[in-house]
């Protein structure tokens, strides 16, 4: 045959088979990767609004400047799951309880709730209806909207604790709020979303439907998120001025968004379509995950994105820095999440969760050089604690793995726990074992951060010195790091204290100068540096330890737990509600008591005038879950969006909620 023959033959047989590929691979993958929107053109004019005298209106009346062809819109997944999720949570005994033991659990569970109805009451007494109470002057405050932030955050605790009445009362004041004005010009729509939409579902989803206004404010709010999609490529505007959108302005995605915010929208607006039978909401969200999954494997760490990414060139993969902690940490966490909710449907969620697991554990993971024996490791049954670092890949000297650790990364425990559970029959038994031993790990570190403090609370962001990275780290010293290196990860007090940073220079001419410098700043063995010392109510430490004690049933978490809530509780209540802290490495306790029996704070650990609404939503929430029976709010029923607020995923025999009806006494 003649090569000119031979070769319009094989072009031929290549262009077939590439028509076949090409359509077989679109029919398969259209529901889940459609990323170019197909628009269709709207004739209903704009209404005219004046900003300084709006008239009642609703989001949902006003037409689209780039309107979606519905017959474009994907669908909720109905098929069934390849894989059933199995058994994630541990397969508790209630029998096995002791009556002493659950004497002792009670009297904590009753602890935890009288802390929030302490809360809840200064709230109520002095901000209602207000984002927050200032919790020193007692005076509101309006930072998220003035939509109420504290009371659509905190729906879903007053359910679980058994408070039906306050309950109630938080319901009927919903009536008021009006999602058509805010006291902000720039909406934030990751936390708009994650605390009042989350707030609002989860709330109904609890009750089981019972109260009608739940839902009918999801849904307003919603209609108001909405409107940040309105752009030509769908991708949405994180800080959103919902001023010009009411004077048709004009509105396209963002260069550059922090990646956390445009990612972690989709249990929200999945599971608002899974009440209302709607598409559109999972439709918003989906179009922005197809992008990040169609660019997972083309980061310069590939499994990861980075910190930043360009929603309006659709540009996911450029930026240099990479990180599980502040400003990313959600869009890791929503991964196995929305696996879970969509009870296995699409399986590109558990592909995308496993992918990111396998980079993280060989980037970001360092263990790090801490004594052999401390109050904090005693009971770690000889697993050394480890932390996630963060990375910059491209600088002078190649990558740059970053040791700080923060408070924001201790949620990555109970990710990788609840992922490994849920995803355990795709996961060879190796790879199941070694995650929940990287989750348990997790766990530990910031234990040990909390319990290495003058004040036993975790600082928000700190530095140790780590000795292993990567998979040296996970595998202990059986397998090497990336550049083919083992640490070595013995304590050497004299390599810790040369490791110390911001060290004056009078301090290494003397004896012990660096040892009596970190005495004098309370810096225990293992810090190097405190970069922020603050402590803001933050939940990240008890949540991972509450999915880890609720995965493994492991007692000594819940008495890890007790040790964080006393301390936190100690110094950080104030006459209305609780306080951030300003330094929890500062030796807190003067030998003073005030009337009430408090300890006199000294200067340098003094309380600030700050109660974020994730205080009631979220921390002392896991705080109470972990001593609650293991059937309340069972994982194997419910998933929690990052704010703590449960959807369904499964039907079950478990309970919405424990306690009983009334106020503890505060």
Request: aromatic content about 10%.
């Amino acid at each position: 045959m003649a090569p000119l023959v031979r070769r319009m033959i094989l072009f031929g047989a290549l262009a077939i088979c590439s028509i076949f590929f090409f359509f077989n691979l679109a029919g398969r993958r259209a529901s889940q990767r459609s990323i170019t929107p197909t628009l269709s053109a709207t004739s209903t004019p704009f209404p005219k609004f004046d900003l300084q005298n709006l008239p009642p209106f609703k989001w949902r009346d006003l037409p689209e400047q780039y309107p979606l062809d519905p017959a474009s819109m994907i669908p909720l997944p109905t098929n069934d799951p390849a894989i059933d999720i199995p058994q994630i949570q541990h397969d508790f005994n209630p029998n096995a309880e002791s009556a002493s033991h659950r004497k002792e659990r009670q009297r904590r569970l009753s602890a935890v709730k009288e802390a929030f109805t302490h809360s809840w009451t200064g709230y109520k007494k002095n901000a209602w209806t207000h984002d927050e109470v200032m919790p020193i002057s007692g005076k509101p405050s309006d930072p998220f909207g003035g939509w109420g932030a504290t009371l659509v955050d905190t729906l879903d605790t007053l359910w679980i604790m058994g408070l039906e009445k306050e309950f109630g009362e938080a319901v009927a004041a919903l009536e008021n709020i009006d999602f058509s004005k805010a006291k902000v010009r720039e909406v934030n729509v990751f936390e708009t979303t994650i605390r009042y939409l989350g707030g609002f579902l989860a709330a109904y989803d609890l009750s089981e439907g019972k109260y009608p206004l739940l839902l009918q404010k999801a849904e307003e709010v919603a209609e108001m998120l909405y409107k940040v999609f309105d752009t030509p490529n769908r991708m949405p505007i994180t800080r959103w001025d919902w001023q010009k959108y009411l004077l048709n302005t004009p509105q396209q995605a963002p260069k550059l968004v922090v990646v956390a915010e445009i990612g972690s929208l989709t249990l929200e607006f999945t599971r608002l379509s899974q009440i209302t039978g709607n598409s559109k909401w999972y439709d918003a969200v989906q179009r922005v995950m197809n992008v990040f999954a169609e660019q997972q494997s083309k980061t310069l760490v590939p499994g990861l994105w980075p910190l930043t990414v360009n929603p309006l060139k659709l540009n996911f993969d450029e930026d240099t820095r990479f990180t599980i902690g502040g400003m990313a940490d959600s869009i890791f966490e929503y991964l196995s999440k929305e696996y879970i909710l969509l009870a296995g449907q699409s399986i590109d969620y558990a592909n995308m969760h496993i992918s990111m697991v396998q980079a993280t554990k060989s980037v970001l993971l360092f263990e790090p050089l801490l004594p052999p024996t401390t109050a904090a490791t005693a009971a770690t049954k000889n697993l050394a604690p480890l932390f996630l670092g963060s990375v910059n890949h491209y600088t002078s000297e190649g990558r740059v793995h970053d040791p700080d650790g923060q408070h924001l990364t201790c949620f990555a425990g109970g990710m990788l726990a609840l992922g490994a559970r849920a995803l355990r029959s795709s996961l060879d038994q190796t790879t199941y074992a070694e995650d929940m031993e990287v989750a348990r790990r997790l766990a530990e570190g910031c234990i040990w951060s909390y319990l290495s403090t003058p004040t036993g609370i975790g600082p928000e962001i700190f530095r140790t010195l780590p000795c292993r990275i990567g998979r040296d780290a996970v595998t202990s010293g059986r397998e090497s790091d990336e550049s083919g290196n083992f640490g070595n990860c013995t304590w050497d007090e004299d390599r810790w204290l040369s490791g110390l940073l911001r060290v004056p220079r009078i301090n290494d001419k003397e004896p012990n100068g660096r040892k009596h410098w970190a005495e004098d700043h309370s810096l225990g063995a293992g810090f190097t540096h405190i970069q922020e010392p603050k402590y803001i109510l933050r939940p990240e430490a008890i949540e991972s330890v509450f999915i880890l004690y609720r995965t493994t049933g492991d007692e000594a978490l819940r008495d890890y737990a007790w040790q964080m809530f006393q301390a936190i509780i100690r110094f950080t209540r104030t006459d209305f509600a609780f306080a951030s802290l300003k330094d929890v490495m500062t030796t807190p306790v003067s030998g003073e008591e005030d009337d009430l029996g408090r300890p006199v704070l000294n200067e340098g650990v003094m309380q600030t005038d700050n109660m974020e609404s994730f205080w009631t939503a979220e921390t002392l929430k896991y705080f109470y879950l972990i001593f609650e029976d293991s059937d309340v709010v069972s994982l194997d029923e419910w998933v929690l969006n990052t704010e703590a607020h449960p959807f369904r995923w499964r039907a079950g025999s478990g309970r919405s909620r424990g306690g009983a009806d009334g106020l503890a006494p505060s």
